[in-house]
């Protein structure tokens, strides 16, 4: 190699090196989570508690193409929402944790 043709490798290696780090640190990441919230959202299924994007907290009881319908609390109201709305799924310890003797 000659030191011109160095010099243009050398130039192209700090671009190579942003490239690299931006796949690893930011578009791999962040693939890997929309999958992740994509998953979550197919497996829905009846009696799941869920939290929307809106903040709202309630139970799937049906599902029409890319609609779910979830039940709210207090007066049992069906709303029907898009699978986009739905943040995510909410563990039943959550839900309703146990009372412990300091509660009491």
Do not use: C, W
């Amino acid at each position: 190699m000659t030191g011109q043709q160095l010099g243009t490798l050398s130039s192209f290696l700090p671009l190579v090196l942003v490239f690299v780090f931006f796949y690893f640190f930011i578009i791999r990441p962040q693939n890997k989570q929309q999958k992740k919230v994509q998953d979550m959202r197919n497996n829905l299924k009846k009696g799941d508690r869920i939290v929307t994007i809106g903040g709202f907290h309630g139970k799937v009881v049906g599902f029409k193409e890319n609609i779910v319908v979830i039940e709210l609390k207090p007066d049992n109201v069906k709303v029907e929402i898009t699978k986009a709305a739905v943040a995510e799924v909410v563990k039943e310890a959550e839900v309703n944790p146990k009372k412990s003797d300091k509660d009491e």
